[in-house]
Structure formats: C-alpha cells, structure tokens
C-alpha cells in the first residue's frame, strides 16, 4: 500500500534532516545577513501572518541560487542557517529570478515548483499562499525571498508594506557580500 501524502514519516526528496545538515558556507555564516533576515521576517510577521520565510542568494547568474537561511513561525531560534544550491529544473524560484518580478499564489496541494522548493516554503502549509520577490540593488538582481502562510490570499497587499523598503537592507547586504566576492 503507498505512503499516505499526509503522513508526516514518508520520505521526500530532501528531508528536513538532510536540509539540517548541510554544512554552512562563508556566506550562510555571516551573522549579519541572518539577523537582518530574521528581522525583516519577523517584521513582515507583524502584518502578514507568514509560516515560513526563505532567503536565496542569486550567485553570478540568475540559474545558480542558493537558499542560505529559512524563518519558521515558533521556532525558538528564529531561523536555520542553510547552504543548500537549488535545482533549476522545474525552479519556480529560477523563474522568478529570470523575470525579476515577484510571484505569490493561493495554494491548496498544487505548487509549480520543484521539491526542495516546495520543502523548504510550504513544508506543513496544507492550504494557504505563497509570494516570492526579487531582491535587486537598483537593476543587479542579488536574491530573492520567498513567504508562505496558511492564509490565503495573505500576500495580495505585500505592496502596502513597501517591499523595495523593507528588503533594502538585506539587498545592501546582498551585493556588499557579492562585491566581496563571496557569492
């Protein structure tokens, strides 16, 4: 008989323990990048009720991504660090990355990304909404950050909160390590 879908103890792709384990870069340690992630996570929280944040770094090019941290609504530290390269195939975060726009949908079971994106954003989120958005530094693309929350439609008004703004921190970080050559 075939794993239940719902079932916590089936085997995806990429588990959480094999997403714990990845072993952390130069980048993923640069406590100042993680703590302006978690307060920016935490600040979009205070408006929109997200479950789950995800910053990916875009490295020289748009097709090479790397989610380097991951804020989960109750967890006591606030967010994992991460190192883990995404696959482009079937990359919803490639397309957006490749567009530069942001990109948010409902999502009851159906998700046009990959596995590990799908691990990584919606993991325990059964019926809710997704948004992913660039991040740039003027025209230069340096990340993207992803949200996920059991509301749907939670992300329809993400404008109001002046996204540009509220990113503008971690862009700056983003293209200060890019510069450095550490991306």
């Not at 072993?23 to 408006?47: C, K, M, Q, W």
């Not at 770094?57 to 967010?79: N, P, Q």
């Not at 957006?96 to 954003?121: C, H, M, T």
């Amino acid at each position: 008989m075939p794993p239940d879908p719902q079932s916590k103890s089936r085997s995806p792709i990429i588990g959480m323990a094999a997403l714990e384990s990845v072993p952390p870069t130069e980048i993923t340690g640069n406590s100042h990048l993680h703590e302006i992630f978690v307060e920016t996570a935490d600040s979009i929280h205070r408006y929109v009720p997200i479950h789950r944040a995800v910053l990916v770094a875009v490295m020289s090019h748009y097709r090479d991504l790397l989610a380097i941290a991951r804020w989960s609504e109750g967890e006591s530290e606030g967010s994992r660090i991460l190192s883990l390269h995404l696959p482009v195939e079937n990359s919803l975060f490639a397309q957006v990355a490749a567009q530069r726009f942001e990109f948010g949908d409902d999502y009851f079971g159906l998700f046009s990304g990959n596995s590990i994106e799908r691990k990584l954003l919606l993991d325990g989120v059964t019926g809710g909404s997704y948004m992913i958005y660039p991040i740039k530094i003027d025209a230069s693309l340096v990340g993207l950050i992803g949200f996920s929350s059991f509301l749907p439609g939670a992300f329809g008004d993400l404008e109001s909160l002046n996204p540009d703004r509220t990113f503008a921190p971690l862009a700056a970080e983003l293209g200060r390590l890019r510069e450095g050559q550490a991306l």
